[in-house]
């Protein structure tokens, strides 16, 4: 396999965990970072991904949790939320 074969199934694998453990809402709010700051955007989704392979989501995020993951990464890379 290629290094573009494994990053699209990467990719798709993403996509379904994230479809899996996301409320709508809170998969909204993901779209939204991904157009203002993508690489906050990715940092996040590899997060949630992780969290999920290691079996500490056990339900769907709302989207209060998503922002308390935010806010998480952001003070770890010195980025402000504005809300």
């Not at 990467?10 to 157009?35: D, N, W, Y």
Request: net charge positive.
């Amino acid at each position: 396999m290629n290094e573009a074969e494994e990053m699209q199934k990467l990719e798709v694998m993403k996509k379904m965990v994230l479809k899996k453990v996301l409320s709508k809402e809170a998969t909204e709010r993901l779209g939204r970072i991904k157009l203002v700051k993508p690489e906050i955007a990715n940092q996040l989704e590899l997060y949630l991904v992780q969290l999920y392979q290691t079996g500490k989501i056990g339900k769907a995020i709302t989207d209060e949790q998503l922002k308390m993951i935010l806010e998480q990464i952001a003070t770890k890379q010195k980025f402000r939320i504005l809300r």
